[in-house]
């Protein structure tokens, strides 16, 4: 697999969290992708499933998140 087009500061963390953790920046991404699917929807941060899909800026309400987050929860199956 090949991901073109990540931004530095991006790939600065992602080396940063791999030399913390002992490990390449390959293993590390390995293990970011591996995490990411395992974790159920329920469990991520209001950040991370904004993150997934939508804008926060694209929010007019609380209540369009709570119901973005519903939707997304729902979708997981858990």
């Not at 073109?4 to 791999?18: C, M, P, S």
């Not at 990411?36 to 926060?56: K, W």
């Amino acid at each position: 697999m090949l991901v073109r087009q990540i931004d530095d500061a991006v790939l600065d963390r992602i080396k940063a969290r791999a030399k913390a953790n002992g490990r390449s920046a390959e293993a590390e991404v390995r293990d970011i992708l591996e995490r990411a699917v395992r974790e159920p929807v329920e469990r991520r941060s209001l950040r991370s499933l904004i993150g997934a899909g939508a804008s926060p800026t694209s929010f007019k309400s609380t209540e369009e998140i709570v119901a973005y987050v519903r939707a997304l929860r729902d979708e997981g199956g858990d």
